[in-house]
Each structure stands twice: as structure tokens, then as C-alpha cells.
């Protein structure tokens, strides 16, 4: 089992760019695919990235493609989500995510709001 705990959220202006940190506990954290989400309250979640064991491979979701870069180290336990050219419409609830599979998500953080103002 994994806790996360995210952070770096908060009151952004269009255009601004942010990092978003996930702290894991336990020793396996490298044993997991990470991920990130974001919900607006009344919508899906949608998927944000994701990043490999390794660090060798990540995916993007559309909204975010070109405009996001997610990485990870894996001895501090933390995975980060670095978003460039903010827009209004970012504005979410950010979620890290943690599979043992690569498949379902199994853990998830509590969150952290971003919010962007244009």
C-alpha cells in the first residue's frame, strides 16, 4: 500500500506555469505507474499523464498534450507534474495516482486545487 500526499496547487494567472509535487510513503514507491488526474466538481475525472516505473516513458492526455511534462524520483518518492501556459480552464482538483499494474489506479492522493484566473 502507498499513501500520497500532493502539493503546489493554488491561485494561478493565465499564462503562468506550476509544479505539482506527489510525496509517496513506503519503500516501493518504484514498484508503481504514477499518475495524474484532475476533476472540476460536477465532471469526470480526466486524465492528466502518467509516467512509467522508470521514468523512461509517460503519457499525456489531449487537453494537456505539449503543454505538460510529468518525471519522477523515485528516491525521494515523489512524482511532479509540471504545466506550462496555463489556462482558465485548468482550473481542477489535481490527483496523484498510483498502479501496481499499470492498469487501475489503486491509490489515490486527496488532492490539490488549482485554480487559474484569466
Known amino acids: 500500500q502507498v499513501q500520497l500526499v500532493e502539493s503546489g496547487g493554488g491561485l494561478m494567472q493565465a499564462g503562468d506555469s506550476l509544479r505539482l509535487s506527489c510525496a509517496a510513503s513506503?519503500?516501493?514507491?518504484?514498484?508503481?505507474?504514477m499518475g495524474w488526474f484532475r476533476q472540476i466538481p460536477g465532471k469526470e475525472r480526466e486524465f492528466v499523464g502518467s509516467?512509467?516505473?522508470?521514468?523512461?516513458?509517460?503519457s499525456y492526455g489531449d487537453s494537456v498534450k505539449g503543454r505538460c511534462t510529468i518525471s519522477r524520483d523515485n528516491a525521494k518518492n515523489t512524482v511532479y507534474l509540471q504545466m506550462n501556459s496555463l489556462k482558465p480552464e485548468d482550473t481542477a482538483l489535481y490527483y496523484c495516482?498510483?498502479?501496481?499494474?499499470?492498469?487501475?489506479?489503486?491509490?489515490w492522493g486527496q488532492g490539490t486545487q488549482v485554480t487559474v484566473s484569466s
Open positions: 495516482a498510483a498502479s501496481p499494474t499499470g492498469g487501475k489506479y489503486d491509490f
Open positions: 509516467i512509467s516505473r522508470s521514468d523512461t516513458s509517460t
Open positions: 513506503g519503500r516501493t514507491f518504484s514498484r508503481y505507474v
